[in-house]
Every structure is written in structure tokens, then in C-alpha cells.
């Protein structure tokens, strides 16, 4: 029987990793706002993430039904284990919508009502991910492949950290690619954000990293009983870490973005390979939860048609929107 | 109180979908006019079809912004109250929704960047060819998704293997035996929608005098278009009840209201089903014309709800009456439609202000007939979300409580309270800034953005309403 399960794997850690990448700059710009030095420079910071976040987060949909396509049993454990979760990031991810939309439309004194709306919806929503990656690493009580634990079995100290640690990591996306797209004071005070965001981050990635083996045998052997070639992800993390740490002090403009995007690389393969083969730990793994084989069969010979024709315009309409963004010519 | 999570998420489910529906119904009407609108802008370079268009391109936006909104929370919430059924038909359902989002949702995002945005960015048969791919996305989503509804209610091309669906076969998985006459009813009925809200609209600039010239070719269009879709509707109603009535005769005996089995059932204009004492009250009917309309024969003999256990029957009230509002509707907007054809014939349109009157007061009508209609048939399948395989119970996800199922209907109806509220106060103002004067549109530079609501710029708040 032919099985495509590595495809799959591929192909939906490259959607998730897409949307990570994509909305995670667009939330992030959402997470700086209130520390925004004007209400102008907010004008700007909107409009630099405006022609596309829509785009970006049709990859959380993709995500969705990709998963309920290929690996259905992440989908029906993940969702009821984080049921209030999902709910907090849906409702996030709505009001943070609805005020992208109307904030241009309020009158100057009703716009706090929509800054409020946008940092606290994207603030909420990301935390709501840094969440879910933790409860990924805690692992999902489950029985004949159905979860069978509590409504808040996923809000732990430990998810707690991974929440806070996704808002230091799509903040410091946020702040570099306004870095990308802005210039003058506002470049200076994105830089200066992005200094604080890398140092917070890398806090969180070194408790994060010593907290999982520690709490976790599973990790702990996989990392520690023999020198294995994982430690190159490490190794590199920090070597990238450093190298977007003086791309900061002087004058690139894409090469810290690129390298966020290198962190965030690195951070999720570390992530699948301390728990491979399993995909809802600590009992099933990719096999277990994968969709029958004709089923993925399906899909797949449609998506190879299909997603190169969907990235080529995705890229177009980043190229179409490309450039810095003004505060004379931000309004609309 | 014992908090039950089964009715709860059934009822938020029911709010998701309703709220959400009613704006993709709208959207798939919407973008075929506005379509229709660019190309004959294109061919004739008349600008009053233009400035048309550019009208509802506007109204589109904030629409599909909000169907964008509410969508979103749709993808998830087979997952979080509903896993087992999700679990469990995730080998056809996954597929489907998947190729829903990579062959429709992405190209609806990039193409209406473009249509929202590029009047003056692109060549004028790009910018075409934005509002016809638009137009074209929002029928291939709605083709999944329907497919896979349908599929719900009248599954095929499948086995199950320890619990588990599993297709032998994706043609008749997808083009189930209700899927046709779901699609055809779905379609019309978003035609109908569009364009009982473009007449309306239409109307309503005409009794003000404003724009009469644009508005005056909008609305003899519209009304030609409904003078055929409104008709048809019933035409395909009619079969889509006979296809039901082959594969789902519960829903059927329910939405006639007959408990017995009998051959020359009547078409019951009132009464209030009793659940309890399984007879009806207050009847009132038409002999036979209920088997005629079924059977197509007088005497055809038509199963009544006793012949399925009690717990095994749709609750018979609420889909009754849902279906007499929406029929009842369906036959209204055949008569304004025709009358309206009429005197568009007579030449007589536009002095007939009262006929405008009508028509503006129609608008919200089609919205309550397709929630009606949907009303219908999702609680006309009761007890079973996978017709005949999966009851709705089974379907739960197991580890949902009571307390987490309120939790999240609450929040998700605050959360659309605002929302909608937000979105109707706006589209209120944009209606009431009327057409716009020309077409050219200030230079945004970065401020085009694709996303949906901003191709609408009327200030909020600054202006006091008229």
C-alpha cells in the first residue's frame, strides 16, 4: 500500500510554518502598537501590514482543513483539548479584524477604542498559539484516540511560558519587519524594540529549552544520551541569534527580518524533532493520526496543481505592495 | 440546572452558521452582478456602469469582510464541539474543505485586492478579469461546501470500517444524490438574494432622485433577472423536494406536518404540530394537494412521522413552520418580481413609486427565506449529522462539558454582537453617501490595501446620519 504520510508531514509543516511566518509579523505589529510613539506612526504601522494580513491568515485555514484532511486526529484532540483556547484566539483574531477595518473609519478621538481592540485581539490570539505549542510539548491526555482531559489541562505554568515567549517571538517580527518597511524615527524605535524582543526571546528560548528535558524524558533522552546532529539547531539558533544582534547596530534593513524568519525555522525543526514521530504526544504518532491513504492520495494531486498557482499570486501581491510605507501617503 | 453541552453546541452552532450565512449569501449574488457590471463597463466604456459597479464593489467589501470574520470560526468548530463526527468522516471531509480553501479562498483574497483596489493600477481587462475570478471563487466555494453538506444529509461513495468513513468512490461522494438540487437551489437563491437587495437599493435612490440614470438601468436589469429566478426558484424547490422526499421521508412528513401515513395527504396552510399527542392542531388544508405536489398523483400515498420511532423523527414544529416562511416568502418575491416585470413592460417602472416602496421593504425578505430554508433541512436531519450513520450525540466531542459549551456560545454571541452591529451601522452609512460622483479615486499609494472593509472610505462617525 502506498502512503504519503512524509508528504503530508511536509506539506503541512510547510503551511504552518507559512502562516507562522506571515501572520506572526502581522500580529506582532499588533502586539507593538500601543508603544507606538504617535498616533501617526500607528497609521503607518497598520497600512504596513494592511494589503496582506487577510492573505496571511488564510494559511490558519488551510491549516485547519489540512489537518483534518491529512492528520485528522491532531485536529479532533487538539481542538476539544483546547477548547477555550481556540475560543480566546478566534475571538482575538475577530475584534483584531473588525478593528483594522474601522479604525480609519473613527473619528480621531474614537480610535483608542480600535488601538485597544487591535493590540488586545493580537495579543490575545498570539498568546493563544504560544499556547498551543506548549500544550503540543506537555502532551495530550487520551484514551482509544479521543482526548479524554480537562477544560484547562493546556494552561499550565509551562504553556504560560510558551504563550509569553510567542508574544517576545512574533513582537520581535513585528518590529523587524517594520524595521523593513519604515524609516527615520519610527526605523530607530522599531530597532530599539527589536533589541528588547531578541533579548526576551532568547530568555524564553533558553528556559524553554532547559524547563522540556528536564520535565520530560522523552526529550531529554532523545537530546541528551548521545551527541546526535539535533545540536547543530542549537548551535545555529545562536549563531543566528548574534548575527541578527549586529545586523541591528547599523544599517541593514531585510537581513534581521530574514533572520527572525531563520529563528523561527530553527525553533519549529527543533520542535518536531525533539518529539518525532509523535504528533499528539505522548501516545500517537504522524502514522496513527494520518487520514486514510486514498484520502491523502486525493488531495495531494490537486494541491500539486493547485499551491504553486496560489504562491505565485501570494508573491505577486507582495511584490505589488513592496517598498516603504509613508505617513503622507498611509491614509485611506 | 444540569448544563447540557449537546443542546448548547447545537445552539451555537446554529448561531455560528446562521450569522455567518447570511453573508456569503449575499457575496455569491453580489459578485456575479458586479461581474455582469464590469464587463458591460468594459465593452460599452459607458461610465454610469462604472460608477455602478464601483458602488457595489463598496457594499461587497464590508460584506465579505464580515463572511471573512465569521468563516474563520467555522473552520475550527467541527473540531472543538463536534470532533467525533469530525474524527470519524475527516477522510472525505478533510479533502473537501481543503480543496474549498486552496481552490477558492486564496483566489477570492488575491482577486479582490485587485477589484477592490486596481481600478487604476491595472488595465481596465484585468481588472475584468479580477471581478469575474471573484465572482468565479465564490461559486467553487460554494460548490465544496455544499458538496460536503450535501454529502451530510445524503451520504454516498463510502464505507464504513471500524467507525470510520472511508471513500470507495470521490465521484459519488461528491456528487452525492442530493448535491445537485442543494447547489441549483443554493445558487438561485444567492441570485435572489443580490438582486432583491440591488432592486431595493436601486428603488430606494430612485424615490430620492438620486443617480436616477445608473439606478434606474440597475434595477429594470435586476428585475428581469428575478423575473426568471424568482419562478425557476419554485421549479427547483419543487424537485429538491422530491429528491428529499427519496432519501430523507422523515423531513418530509415533517415539514407537512403528517403523523399518518395516507395516500391524498393535504397541504396544511396552519397548524401547530403536538409532539406529544402526535396530531396536529388548528389544521387547516388543502385535500391532496400535498401528495399531488409529492407524488405528482392525487391519491400518492406519502409516509407520516409515526412510521420512524420518536426518537428517531426531526423536531416537527419548528421545520414545519420554517418551511411555510419560506415558501410563503419564495411566492411573494414571484409575484414582486413579476408585477415588477410587468411594468417594466408597461413602461411604467418609474413612475410607480408605491411598486419602489415594495421593493425596499423586500430587502431583508430573501435573508429570512434562505435561513428559513436552511432551518429546514439542518433540523429536518435531526437526530443524525451524518444522515442515517451519525447521530448528533455520537458526534459530540466527548470531552466537551456543559460549562465550556456556554462559555463559548456566550462569548461568540457578544463577540458577533459587535460585529455586527459595527458592520450594519456601516453599510448604513455607505448607502446613504450614495454613488459616487466619479471615478477617480484618490491616490492611496499604500493605502490600497486588499483587505476587504477599507475599499470603503465613507468616514464613520464624522458625519451626522440624514
Known amino acids: ?332 | 440546572m444540569e448544563l447540557d453541552p449537546l443542546l448548547l453546541s447545537r445552539i451555537q452552532f446554529a448561531f455560528v452558521v446562521s450569522f455567518h450565512a447570511i453573508f456569503p449569501v449575499f457575496t455569491i449574488g453580489l459578485a456575479t452582478y458586479i461581474a455582469l457590471l464590469e464587463g458591460i463597463a468594459y465593452r460599452t466604456r459607458d461610465p454610469h456602469w462604472a460608477r455602478l459597479s464601483q458602488f457595489w464593489i463598496k457594499v461587497f467589501a464590508v460584506v465579505f469582510g464580515m463572511g471573512v470574520v465569521s468563516g474563520l470560526v467555522m473552520a475550527f468548530q467541527f473540531g472543538t464541539n463536534w470532533s467525533e463526527f469530525s474524527y470519524r468522516s475527516s477522510n472525505f471531509l478533510g479533502p473537501i474543505l481543503a480543496y474549498e480553501v486552496v481552490t477558492a479562498f486564496f483566489l477570492e483574497a488575491a482577486f479582490l485586492g485587485v477589484l477592490l483596489f486596481g481600478r487604476n493600477k491595472v488595465p481596465p481587462g484585468v481588472h475584468l478579469f479580477a471581478a469575474v475570478m471573484v465572482a468565479v471563487g465564490t461559486f467553487i466555494s460554494s460548490f465544496w461546501i455544499l458538496s460536503a453538506n450535501s454529502w451530510m444529509q445524503t451520504p454516498a461513495g463510502f464505507e464504513l470500517r471500524d467507525g470510520m468513513v472511508h471513500v470507495t468512490s470521490w465521484l459519488e461522494a461528491i456528487f452525492n444524490p442530493s448535491f445537485p438540487y442543494r447547489f441549483l437551489h443554493m445558487a438561485v437563491a444567492s441570485l435572489l438574494t443580490g438582486g432583491f437587495v440591488v432592486a431595493g437599493i436601486s428603488a430606494w435612490y430612485l424615490l430620492r432622485g438620486h443617480a436616477t440614470r445608473a439606478n434606474g438601468r440597475a434595477l429594470k436589469m435586476t428585475l428581469i433577472m428575478l423575473a426568471v429566478a424568482a419562478p425557476a426558484q419554485l421549479v427547483i424547490g419543487d424537485f429538491h423536494g422530491l429528491n428529499t422526499l427519496e432519501h430523507q421521508p422523515a423531513k418530509v412528513a415533517a415539514m407537512e406536518g403528517a403523523w399518518e401515513t395516507r395516500a391524498g395527504l393535504p397541504l396544511l396552510l396552519f397548524a401547530i404540530p403536538d409532539e406529544d399527542t402526535e396530531t396536529n392542531r388548528f389544521e387547516v388544508g388543502i385535500p391532496k394537494l400535498a401528495s399531488m405536489i409529492l407524488t405528482h398523483e392525487w391519491d400518492g400515498e406519502v409516509q407520516g412521522l409515526k412510521e420512524w420511532p420518536a426518537a428517531e423523527r426531526p423536531p416537527v414544529g419548528i421545520v414545519f413552520w420554517s418551511f411555510r416562511v419560506m415558501v410563503a416568502i419564495g411566492t411573494v418575491m414571484i409575484a414582486v418580481a413579476l408585477w415588477g416585470a410587468w411594468l417594466l413592460y408597461r413602461r411604467r417602472l418609474a413612475d410607480s413609486r408605491n411598486y419602489l416602496r415594495l421593493l425596499t421593504l423586500m430587502i431583508p425578505l430573501p435573508f429570512l427565506a434562505v435561513l428559513a430554508g436552511w432551518f429546514v433541512t439542518e433540523i429536518g436531519r435531526q437526530p443524525y449529522v451524518l444522515y442515517g450513520v451519525i447521530t448528533v450525540q455520537e458526534g459530540l466531542t466527548p470531552s466537551l462539558t456543559g460549562g465550556m459549551a456556554l462559555f463559548s456560545l456566550v462569548g461568540y454571541m457578544l463577540v458577533y454582537a459587535v460585529v455586527f452591529t459595527a458592520g450594519i451601522y456601516y453599510l448604513t452609512r455607505i448607502v446613504r453617501a450614495g454613488l459616487p460622483e466619479s471615478l477617480d479615486e484618490p491616490d492611496h499609494a499604500q493605502g490600497r490595501p486588499k483587505r476587504p472593509l477599507s475599499a470603503a472610505d465613507t468616514p464613520l462617525d464624522s458625519a451626522t446620519g440624514s
Not at chain 1, 483556547?85 to 479604525?103: D, N, P, S
Not at chain 1, 524615527?185 to 533589541?195: F, H, I, L, P, S
Not at chain 1, 533579548?199 to 528560548?205: H, Q
Not at chain 1, 539547531?233 to 527572525?260: D, K, Q
Request: with cysteine; aromatic share 18%.
Open chain 1, 1 to 332: 500500500m502506498y502512503d504519503f504520510t512524509y508528504v503530508w508531514v511536509l506539506i503541512i509543516g510547510f503551511g504552518v510554518l507559512m502562516y507562522v511566518l506571515t501572520d506572526g509579523f502581522d500580529l506582532g505589529v499588533g502586539i507593538l502598537f500601543p508603544f507606538a510613539r504617535s498616533e501617526q506612526d500607528r497609521d503607518i504601522m497598520m497600512n504596513s501590514v494592511a494589503p496582506v494580513w487577510d492573505g496571511n491568515e488564510t494559511w490558519l485555514v488551510l491549516g485547519g482543513a489540512g489537518l483534518l484532511a491529512a492528520f485528522p486526529l491532531v485536529y479532533s484532540v487538539f481542538l476539544p483539548a483546547l477548547y477555550i483556547g481556540v475560543f480566546l484566539m478566534l475571538a482575538g483574531l475577530i475584534f483584531r479584524g473588525v478593528a483594522f477595518e474601522f479604525r480609519f473609519k473613527a473619528a480621531p478621538g474614537r480610535r483608542g477604542l480600535w488601538n485597544a481592540a487591535f493590540f488586545g485581539g493580537s495579543l490575545v490570539a498570539t498568546f493563544a498559539q504560544g499556547a498551543v505549542v506548549g500544550t503540543f510539548i506537555q502532551g495530550f491526555e487520551t484514551e482509544n484516540f479521543r482526548y479524554i482531559g480537562g477544560p484547562l489541562d493546556w494552561l499550565t505554568p509551562f504553556t504560560v511560558m510558551t504563550g509569553l515567549g510567542m508574544v517576545a517571538g512574533y513582537g520581535l517580527l513585528g518590529a523587524t519587519w517594520l524595521l523593513l518597511k519604515t524609516e527615520g524615527e519610527t526605523q530607530q524605535w522599531a530597532r530599539g524594540w527589536a533589541y528588547r524582543l531578541l533579548a526576551a526571546l532568547m530568555v524564553f528560548f533558553v528556559i524553554v529549552s532547559l524547563w522540556t528535558p528536564l520535565t520530560d524524558a522523552y526529550v531529554r533522552t532523545r537530546w541528551f544520551d548521545h551527541l546526535t546532529w539535533l545540536w547543530i539547531l542549537p548551535v545555529a539558533t545562536v549563531l543566528v541569534a548574534a548575527g541578527l544582534w549586529r545586523s541591528l547596530s547599523c544599517c541593514y534593513e531585510a537581513t534581521p527580518f530574514i533572520s527572525t524568519i531563520g529563528l523561527f525555522a530553527l525553533f519549529y525543526a527543533g520542535l518536531l524533532f525533539s518529539k518525532w514521530p509523535y504528533v499528539v504526544p505522548p501516545n500517537y504518532t504522524f502514522h496513527d493520526a494520518a487520514s486514510a491513504p486514498e484520502s491523502q492520495l486525493f488531495l495531494l494531486i490537486g494541491l500539486l496543481f493547485v499551491v504553486p498557482f496560489v504562491l505565485m499570486y501570494t508573491a505577486w501581491t507582495y511584490y505589488v505592495f513592496r517598498g516603504k510605507v509613508r505617513a503622507d501617503a498611509g491614509y485611506h
